[in-house]
């Protein structure tokens, strides 16, 4: 099992930046990959963001050049750092661990950005 706990999440000003952070605690050594996801108001689950153990990084159009993704391998922990945050940004986002085989989530950080 891998256990995922979330942080960072809060209101903003459209604009503004927030970072999120993932801390992640048990059998990581299975892991190959790690990403956000993130939840609009009455819309369903989407992916924003992921990186490889290896360090690789890839993003959903809607965030390219404003999200960044990065690991602290020492720490174990996953972050995600947003930059000129839209309205259309809120959302809950969820912190996603997985490999082949196995997939695990955090319980959600809800982030809010006002016009």
């Known amino acids: 099992q891998v256990q995922l706990v979330e942080s960072g999440g809060g209101l903003v000003q459209a604009g503004g930046s927030l970072r999120l952070s993932c801390a992640a605690s048990?059998?990581?050594?299975?892991?190959?990959?790690m990403a956000w996801h993130r939840q609009p108001p009455g819309k369903q689950r989407e992916w924003v963001a992921s990186?490889?153990?290896?360090?690789?990084?890839n993003y959903a159009d809607s965030v390219k050049g404003r999200f960044t993704i990065s690991r602290n391998n020492d720490k174990n922990t996953v972050y995600l750092q947003m930059n000129s945050l839209k309205p259309e940004d809120t959302a809950v986002y969820y912190c996603?661990?997985?490999?082949?085989?196995?997939?695990?989530w955090g319980q959600g950080t809800q982030v809010t950005v006002s016009s």
């Open positions: 996603y661990a997985g490999n082949v085989v196995e997939r695990y």
């Open positions: 048990g059998r990581i050594f299975s892991i190959n990959a």
């Open positions: 990186i490889t153990s290896g360090g690789s990084t």
